[in-house]
């Protein structure tokens, strides 16, 4: 089993700053990568921003230069800086793991953390 728990949602003020955080745990030999999603009301969920095992980092456009992502590996913990938020950064954020296990690779999604931003 392998677990994806996401902290760090709330409610700010637009221009204000958020740092989630998502760690992965349980049965794997390593992590390939991690990534953060987002859903917001009535439309589709969409990438925000993903890591590698490497450090490769890729962005959403409209997050470009305002998020920034890194990873702990020892920890096996993702972070997502926020930084001059948005009213339309207004979303559930979901992290995954991209995972290797004994014979195969799986992804594993967290339930989610709410960021509501305020204009």
């Known amino acids: 089993q392998v677990q994806v728990v996401e902290s760090g949602g709330g409610l700010v003020q637009a221009g204000e700053s958020l740092r989630l955080s998502c760690a992965a745990s349980?049965?794997?030999?390593?992590?390939?990568?991690m990534a953060w999603y987002r859903q917001a009301p009535g439309r589709q969920r969409e990438l925000v921003a993903s890591?590698?095992?490497?450090?490769?980092?890729k962005y959403a456009d409209s997050v470009k230069d305002r998020f920034t992502i890194s990873r702990d590996n020892a920890k096996n913990t993702v972070f997502l800086q926020m930084n001059s938020l948005k009213p339309e950064d207004t979303a559930v954020y979901y992290c995954?793991?991209?995972?290797?296990?004994?014979?195969?690779?799986?992804?594993?999604w967290g339930q989610g953390t709410q960021v509501t931003v305020s204009s």
């Open positions: 995954n793991a991209d995972v290797r296990l004994l014979y195969t690779d799986s992804i594993y």
């Open positions: 349980g049965s794997f030999f390593s992590i390939n990568s």
């Open positions: 890591i590698s095992n490497g450090g490769s980092t």
